[in-house]
């Protein structure tokens, strides 16, 4: 069993299907083979933005395994991307200029794209791969046999969230819903489900574990269940692109009683020595890049409309409002944010420690333990971060 790794809805055995019975109208097909992206005003702008020479520091090529189709979780990986980046169908990734560091930038879908095979796995296959996006869960969970390093917190705020449209249930914390008996549906992966029957917050016979990412389930529940949910992607669809549904949806945040960190950026452990000097120069960046997003999303966005609109996606599909939402969500509910010391992209050694303490008797229990004595700096660093970055 894997640690609960970012998961993106409308993409199960038989989607097209299931789309077409709820309204959706998503499903798409195409050949394989490259194109280019068109020369929007973010790739255009990143020659020119960023700027700092790479080349004979990092490799001539900087690979990043993304952990999905293109979302607006890889927004600031997409704002590098300088002019007229190359969208290869057939291997389903992106490549283009690093701005203008002299170097290239090689995004590379995850999940389906690769079999749903975990990222820290991934990495230890393949030594092209310089950072993976991972969920610290993972990396917790991942530590013994093939252990990361966190560089940069895409997400300040955890995005996981459990969703549910019945009006008439209003719930302030996860203690609330174990207090009732509503079914609380999750994948089967999902590592926080385990923490909170542990920690007595939910009951482990209102747990059903066979989520797969359709909307199918809770609609025809009428809404009267809890579900998981990532808060910038489900509620809009669920609200917008589901014609069985077609209404907000309540939600709440999971950060308080599961701190995770959701969309980190990460190098192997082995790998980090020997790209210090990379990274150094190379992390700043990625905070720059992150701060522009979240200040002017829109360009950056219409090139990942685009790059899942080129991709066989075999059904996933992205929409504008979608995208404009989840920016704005990034925004509002403060996902995007400094860390608690002013920097942005930092980690919180003592909340690193709390998840290691609530995600290690989880993982004991099962297949995969994490390392013996576990610490937080065998998982994060902030050793390459720009403190002079923050958002204003």
């Not at 002299?102 to 095979?117: H, K, T």
């Not at 996981?160 to 209003?170: C, T, V």
């Not at 995770?260 to 990274?279: I, P």
């Not at 995208?323 to 403060?334: E, F, R, T």
Request: overall charge negative.
């Amino acid at each position: 069993m894997h640690a609960f790794r970012p998961r993106r809805p409308w993409l199960v055995a038989g989607v097209c299907g299931i789309a077409l019975a709820l309204g959706l109208g998503a499903c798409s097909d195409s050949g394989d083979g490259a194109q280019d992206a068109p020369s929007t005003a973010a790739t255009g702008a990143a020659a020119s933005r960023y700027t700092t020479p790479l080349a004979g520091i990092c490799p001539d090529r900087v690979v990043v395994q993304a952990a999905w189709w293109p979302e607006v979780d890889d927004g600031y990986l997409y704002q590098l991307l300088g002019p007229d980046p190359t969208i290869d169908k057939g291997r389903n990734r992106i490549v283009g200029k690093l701005g203008g560091t002299g170097v290239e930038l090689e995004i590379r879908a995850g999940g389906p794209a690769v079999s749903f095979q975990p990222n820290s796995s991934l990495m230890a296959q393949d030594d092209d791969i310089l950072a993976g996006v991972l969920a610290l869960d993972e990396s917790i969970q991942q530590s013994g046999s093939q252990p990361t390093v966190a560089v940069f917190a895409a997400y300040e705020k955890s995005p996981l969230a459990f969703i549910w449209g019945d009006p008439a249930l209003n719930f302030t914390s996860i203690a609330d819903i174990g207090r009732t008996d509503v079914t609380v549906l999750s994948s089967s992966s999902a590592a926080y489900k385990d923490v909170f029957t542990r920690q007595g917050l939910l009951k482990s016979s209102q747990i059903d574990s066979s989520y797969q990412g359709d909307p199918a389930r809770f609609v025809a529940a009428d809404g009267k269940i809890v579900q998981q949910a990532f808060i910038t992607n489900e509620p809009y669809r669920l609200e917008h692109d589901v014609q069985a549904w077609g209404k907000p949806v309540k939600y709440l945040l999971l950060d308080k009683e599961y701190p995770v960190y959701m969309s980190v950026l990460s190098v192997r452990a082995d790998k980090l020595a020997a790209n210090r000097g990379c990274l150094d120069k190379l992390v700043p960046l990625f905070q720059q890049a992150q701060r522009d997003y979240l200040t002017d999303p829109g360009p950056t966005n219409k090139l990942l409309l685009h790059t899942v609109e080129s991709l066989n996606t075999s059904g996933f599909g992205l929409s504008a409002g979608l995208v404009a939402d989840g920016s704005a969500k990034q925004k509002s509910l403060g996902l995007i944010a400094n860390g608690p010391d002013g920097v942005l992209g930092s980690f919180d050694t003592a909340r690193v420690q709390k998840l290691i303490g609530q995600l290690t008797p989880v993982f004991e229990a099962q297949s995969t333990k994490p390392k013996a004595g576990l610490a937080p700096s065998d998982l994060v660093t902030n050793e390459f971060l720009d403190t002079s970055l923050s958002l204003g």
